[in-house]
């Protein structure tokens, strides 16, 4: 039995990548149900630090095709348009997370914010699982 190293490279990637949602969605969830500011300003680190990962993994599953294939993944149609709404949650995800560590703002517009991250992460997830059955 050979060790394919580049199944394996995109194995680990996945594991990271499913972290980092399991942060970006637990994260927000469990901000909502908790109130404290000072635990809601951890999160919002926590979240934030998810959204790095996922942006950082799903690059590393494009860098890992081109390395082996010299090309980047062939994608059409529907799975363009999931990559695009994840490549956006992410943006959005990250910017807002990174705003809730810097504004200072009423408990209202916090969990405003807390439920747009938690709609955010799960649209990423949904558009990862149409990306991976469209590709």
Known sequence: ????IQNL???ITQIVHNFGAVTVVGGAVYALLRREAELQRKLAWIVLAGWMIQAFSGATFGAISYYYYAKFPDLFGIAVVALIVKVVCAGLGFTLAGWQL?????EVSRRYAW???CGL???ALSSAAVLRWFS
């Open 115 to 117: 439920i747009t991250l």
């Open 1 to 4: 039995m050979t060790l394919d």
């Open 102 to 106: 810097i504004a200072h703002r009423t």
């Open 9 to 11: 490279a995109y194995a």
């Open 121 to 123: 992460g799960v649209l």
